[in-house]
């Protein structure tokens, strides 16, 4: 019959422990018990010896360099953010200090040209000569060309993220749920 | 203020009478000119600006031959294309309004979607999207070190079927649009994207 | 801007070496690295200095986990479920070749076996064994008693050691 210190230090008792043991966080007394059953146990010995790899190949990961190019990027769309922000807030102070002259001339001028639009219709059809038609053709096959080309280098990371999820999965489900009602 | 009130509302009235797509307020589309100063001294390399009544007539010319095409047109409000060189003393500063660009983009609800970058290149592609649909996409970024570019297209967009339907389309020989700005780069660049076919 | 690149400068490294090994790549990792600066850039003066370093490791983790809630073909690579181009797309964006020319097959297997850990523990085991973090760091920046971290170091390393036994067996 087993005794009360040997069914404690038994093997499934042990692996739960390993870790700790090599992170030196276990009481001395179980940690006494795990030693004498690995002196006793090629298995458990084996486990610890792994623990001891695992641990070891993990410290000995490098750490990284962020590459430079992606805190240059960070820093232009800083700059960046900084311009557009001096040039609203010039774009405000001139618009507060100019409004009160510039009012009556300004609504007098949009009026003069909503008449103007009104009578001219900006978005009527509008005319084209055939070559101007064939050439916006050209125009559009191009920039779907483009598109395209670029959606392909990108490895189809459109399909798989935003597109994934807010369209293409809701469509099939769609279409899923439409055959499903097809087939009742 | 009487005054005021009576020019305001006859610029309301004549606003719904005249007024036809107003294509800057659509969701997917994108105010360049707010983040954007293309240098004066900048060369275009291409340019596009196809609004929706053009669109409808080349969707109705192409209907007959390609109605995959016809009917992707149909939804688009717009297809902007801008591309200009930029000269080593303005690169610094493109860069970083590209960047504001994107940021103000981001603020407003688009979604980064896809990166490209190799080399000198970098692009961004972008979508708006609203619910399942799919309301604006854009494209931008530098494809050559001296060269920006800038595609938006706004409407109902299907971004599988643009992918689709340009695919069908031999890019080199379209290349013809670009300016002859440097007809050597240009040919060199048709000639690589005639290889990864 | 000065004290912004400054802390930038302090913190890139770190915050590209935990996306890179939670997430496995390159690409993702640059990705995951400029949306914290991003963020760091707009949060910064909010955030008390000493609290920083907790602060910048809880981002870059939530922007790992927004990266990773949209790959969903990724994710069903790692539990086995994948279509063919989804685990293509995986392969290619795989660990850098010349940083796998180097390592060793044990390596090579423990960083993939390091991939396949549920994200907790996964997050747990890169702040402490490669990243060096103390137990009390990494409970700040989590969130989490000190006990609990322990806990899922342990069971983090534990399952690395199962997954390497039994790729060691089918060998």
């Keep these: 019959m087993m005794n009360r210190s040997e069914r404690e230090f038994d093997c499934s008792w042990v692996q739960v422990r390993i870790e700790a043991h090599l992170d030196g966080e276990l009481p001395d007394g179980e940690a006494n018990g795990l030693e004498t059953h690995l002196r006793e146990c090629a298995g458990c010995a084996a486990e610890l010896e792994l623990a001891e790899q695992v641990r ?5 990961m490098p750490l990284l360099k962020c590459p430079d190019p ?4 960070v820093y232009e769309r800083v700059r960046g953010e900084l311009r557009a922000t001096r040039r609203r807030r010039l774009r405000e102070w001139m618009d507060s200090w100019r409004a009160p002259l510039w009012r009556p001339v300004a609504a007098a001028l949009v009026v003069v040209l909503m008449i103007g639009g009104a009578v001219t219709y900006q978005d009527r059809e509008p005319e084209v000569s055939p070559a101007e038609l ?3 053709e050209l125009q559009v096959k191009w920039t779907l060309a483009y598109l395209s080309q670029m959606g392909r280098r990108t490895g189809g990371r459109v399909r798989d993220d ?5 369209v293409v999965e809701p469509i099939q489900k769609s279409v899923n749920r439409v055959m499903e009602m097809e087939t009742m | 203020m009487r005054i005021y009130l009576c020019l305001f509302s006859l610029l309301i009235a004549l606003g719904s009478a005249g007024a036809g797509e107003n294509i800057e307020k659509m969701s997917g589309y994108v105010a360049l000119d707010q983040y954007l100063t293309i240098p004066t001294e900048a060369e275009t390399s291409i340019e596009v600006f196809l609004k929706a009544p053009l669109l409808r007539m080349v969707s109705a010319a192409t209907r007959r031959d390609e109605p995959e095409l016809a009917e992707m047109i149909d939804g688009i409000s717009l297809i902007r294309v801008q591309g200009f060189s930029v000269a080593a003393e303005n690169l610094a500063r493109v860069r970083e309004e590209i960047a504001a660009l994107a940021a103000g983009m981001e603020e407003n609800g688009w979604e980064r979607v896809a990166r490209i970058r190799e080399g000198d290149e970098l692009i961004h592609v972008y979508l708006k999207t609203n619910g399942e649909k799919v309301d604006g996409l854009m494209m931008m970024g530098f494809e ?7 595609v938006n297209i706004v409407g109902d967009i299907d971004p599988a079927q643009i992918g689709r339907l340009g695919s069908k389309f031999n890019i080199a020989p379209l290349d013809s649009l670009r300016l002859d700005r440097k007809k050597a780069s240009t040919s060199a660049r048709g000639t690589v994207l005639e290889a990864e076919k | 801007m000065r004290r912004f690149r400054k802390l930038c400068e302090r913190h890139r490294d770190r915050v590209y ?12 990792a640059e990705d995951v690295a400029q949306e914290v600066l991003i963020r760091l850039w707009n949060h910064w ?3 008390e200095p000493a609290r920083l370093p907790a602060w910048i490791t809880r981002v870059a983790r939530n922007v790992c986990l927004d990266l990773l809630r949209k790959r969903k073909s990724y994710r069903a690579v790692v539990s086995g479920e994948g279509d063919e181009e989804a685990l293509a797309r995986v392969a ?7 940083k796998l020319a180097e390592a060793s097959e044990f390596q090579r297997q423990l960083e993939r076996a390091l991939q396949a850990l549920p994200e907790i523990h996964r997050t747990v085991v890169v702040l402490r064994e490669i990243q060096g973090l103390k137990y009390e760091e990494i409970a700040e920046s989590l969130g989490l008693p000190l006990n609990t971290v322990k806990v899922y170091l342990h069971r983090g390393r534990r399952e690395l050691r199962e997954q390497l036994r039994k790729s060691m067996d089918d060998e």
């Design chain 1, 70 to 73: 992606v805190v240059e990027e």
């Design chain 3, 92 to 98: 290619s964006r795989g660990p850098d070749p010349e």
């Design chain 1, 56 to 60: 070891g190949g993990l410290r000995m």
């Design chain 1, 134 to 136: 064939a050439r916006a």
């Design chain 3, 45 to 47: 003066q909010e955030v």
């Design chain 1, 162 to 166: 935003v597109l994934w999820e807010r």
């Design chain 3, 17 to 28: 070496t935990f996306a890179w090994y939670f997430l496995g790549n390159r690409e993702d």
């Design chain 2, 144 to 150: 050559n070190p001296d060269e920006a570019i800038f």
